[in-house]
Nanobody
Framework: QVQLVESGGGLVQPGGSLRLSCAAS????????MGWYRQASGKQRESVAS???????NYADSVKGRFTISLDNAMNTVYLQMNSLKPEDTAVYYC?????????????????WGQGTQVTVSS
């Protein structure tokens, strides 16, 4: 089985910075893509940023120029550097990964989610 463990959330003042990390563990043989979603209270989950295993990235318009995603393929870890944070960035941030892993002796590709980490931007 593959597990995603997130860390780095917390409370920060507007204009501040946070760095989220998400480490994937298990019998992973390849990463297709990893990324971050967020869900604010009362709203739908939305994509924030993603990166393929080859290094191609995408960002939501609302975070372009402020957030930077990076992927350490060797460590199966994705990071989200969040700068110039705004109150509207407050949400639970979820890590998502589409990876190839050996499950019960078979190679398969599946999508996985982390448990979520709270980011609160408030003065």
């Amino acid at each position: 089985q593959v597990q995603l463990v997130e860390s780095g959330g917390g409370l920060v003042q507007p204009g501040g910075s946070l760095r989220l990390s998400c480490a994937a563990s298990g019998s992973i043989f390849s990463i297709n893509a990893m990324g971050w979603y967020r869900q604010a209270s009362g709203k739908q989950r939305e994509s924030v940023a993603s990166m393929t295993g080859s290094g191609s990235s995408n960002y939501a318009d609302s975070v372009k120029g402020r957030f930077t995603i990076s992927l350490d393929n060797a460590m199966n870890t994705v990071y989200l550097q969040m700068n110039s944070l705004k109150p509207e960035d407050t949400a639970v941030y979820y890590c998502n990964a589409y990876v190839g892993a050996v499950i019960a002796g078979s190679r398969r590709w599946d999508a996985y989610w982390g448990q979520g980490t709270q980011v609160t931007v408030s003065s």
